[in-house]
């Protein structure tokens, strides 16, 4: 598994509450101290585009856990990325 270097621009996402502009350097780094479980399936949904259909059966897991992995993965980045902006 490749370890993420470069992130996808992020669009119209119902997930994201504001825009924020934080260093590609750092939301790599906040990426790659996710535990593993969230980490793979974050890596092959953002950044190899797939489905959670194919994630599930490359990872021998069910379908809604790969969904469920995701999530608690994008709830673990706001939370570390809102920390940057709080005094």
């Keep these: 598994m490749q370890i993420v270097e470069e992130l996808p621009e992020i669009e119209d996402n119902e997930d994201i509450d504001e825009e924020v502009s ?4 750092v939301l790599a780094d906040f990426v790659n ?5 969230y ?3 974050f890596n092959l949904y953002v ?6 259909k194919d994630i599930a059966a490359l990872l021998g897991i069910n379908e809604g ?4 992995n995701l999530a608690r993965a994008r709830e673990i980045l706001k939370r570390k990325s809102e920390g940057i902006f709080r005094p």
């Design 33 to 37: 101290q996710l535990p593993e479980r």
């Design 22 to 25: 934080i260093p590609e350097e």
């Design 39 to 41: 980490k793979m399936v």
């Design 65 to 68: 856990t790969s969904k469920s």
């Design 47 to 52: 950044i190899e585009e797939m489905s959670h």
